[in-house]
């Protein structure tokens, strides 16, 4: 960015910033003051790269005409212990703003629904939303770079260190070359043969007819000599994906946990629900041929197709609950991404008056793409045979607007923490799985992981 330019942007920010607290000065109510103001097309992954603050956010929805890269915080909502949902998102909302739709809560909230954070995420919770104290918000409208500031009744209102800290952002974006590191060890948990036989151990639980679907996940955590900055890693990630979400969360300098995930949990704005049934699993093909031969190979997988339509009437069987007007594709779909493709059915929803944010999380997570069916059963089953926490890995991801509200799952994801980096990705099984070939599918669907860190 030109430096007249940026002079210009940030003395311009700094007017509005004195102008809101002058205004604010005697308001009896607490509140997000949210200042902007518009800048060149400055590429937003780019930029959150570049910055030294340690705690970094960013989300990009999956045709990328929406991204957020932030830095700070200027507002946070966490804890350690799992919570009441409806309390949480009446928290969340108490200061969202209908005059400032962008002002967003992004964060997530763990996997388990009874139990602490493992001692890997401890830094992440069991829940944490923050509102970022700056962003470079990009959308069809326009790249703003954006201050957020939580004006507070009860203590004074000073915005020099607010000052002192928009003169540290950084737009000289002037990326290191990426640093190629030596893996010191892999290690699978769990290994092959544990994870075969919890695959066998789940079959025959099915065949006594105990429940119809589980998902099954595993980690391969890689320790290089070097720690991995999570921020660049990231970036060759992005440079790599197609038609994926994008989170990021980085708590401090040690610790991020990030992805480029395929699936939406749902995405309601007003109320209009968006969501969709993503299962069964092909790689992609070296050549054309060969990439239509996986997927015919896909479509008539008697496996496959049984393994979708219990994530499709699952969904259709909550949205029908909460929904007034609700349709459906008639066609199955295939979601090519650049390493696999999937099986795929979305939906459209007039949710009815009474249903809100959390009774969709409540009754939507997890699918049975990320738990399996009956969910209470498998997911004891999962307790079971997975040797692991899943924390954050396959928890709803996203972030909380005034009337918008938009969650993943955080699947295809990384926990990065210094030199360790755990990548995390899952299988479902149902009647007709073969251990080693679902070994082989959750390979595939790292491989693009492990080609972002030169493996």
Partial sequence: MDPLALASAKQRLIDQLQNS??????????????????V????????????????????????????MAGVGIAHEISGR?????????SKLHSLLDPDCPDLRYYGGIQFERDSEPAPEWENFGAYRFIIPQFELHRSPSGTFLVCNYHYQVDQETSID???????????ELTLSDWEERTILHRMDIPAQAAWESSIKTALNEMSQGKYEK???????ILTFNDPVDPSAYLLRLRRMSEETFNFYFQT????????????????RQGRTIHTEAIAGTRPRGKTTREDERFTKALLNSNKELREHTIVVDAIAAVLE???????VDEEVQVTRLSHVQHLCKHFVG???????????????????????????????????????????????????GYDHTEFVVGIRSALIEKERVSLYSGAGIVPGSDPAEEWQEIEDKISKFLKALDL
């Fill in 81 to 89: 212990e799992i919570p009441d949902l409806s309390l949480l998102f």
């Fill in 321 to 327: 609950q909460h929904c007034e007007q609700l349709s």
């Fill in 214 to 220: 589980v998902v099954l996940a595993r980690k391969a």
């Fill in 252 to 267: 401090d300098k040690d610790h991020a946990f990030l992805g480029a995930t395929p699936e939406r949990l749902f995405k």
């Fill in 350 to 400: 007039k949710l009815d008056p009474e249903t809100d944010d959390a009774d969709l999380i409540n009754d939507l997570h997890p699918t049975p793409a990320l738990g399996g069916t009956p969910t209470a059963i498998a997911l004891d089953a999962i307790t079971t045979l997975e040797p692991f926490k899943r924390g954050w890995y396959a928890a709803p991801i996203g972030f909380v």
């Fill in 161 to 171: 260190q607010l000052i002192e800290q928009l003169n540290e952002i950084q737009f």
């Fill in 40 to 67: 060149e097309n400055v590429a937003a992954m780019q930029w959150l790269a570049c910055q030294t603050v340690p705690i970094k956010t960013y989300w990009a929805n999956r045709n990328q005409e929406f991204k």
């Fill in 21 to 38: 607290f002058g205004e604010l000065r005697n308001s009896p109510v607490s509140r997000i003051i949210r200042c902007k103001v518009e």
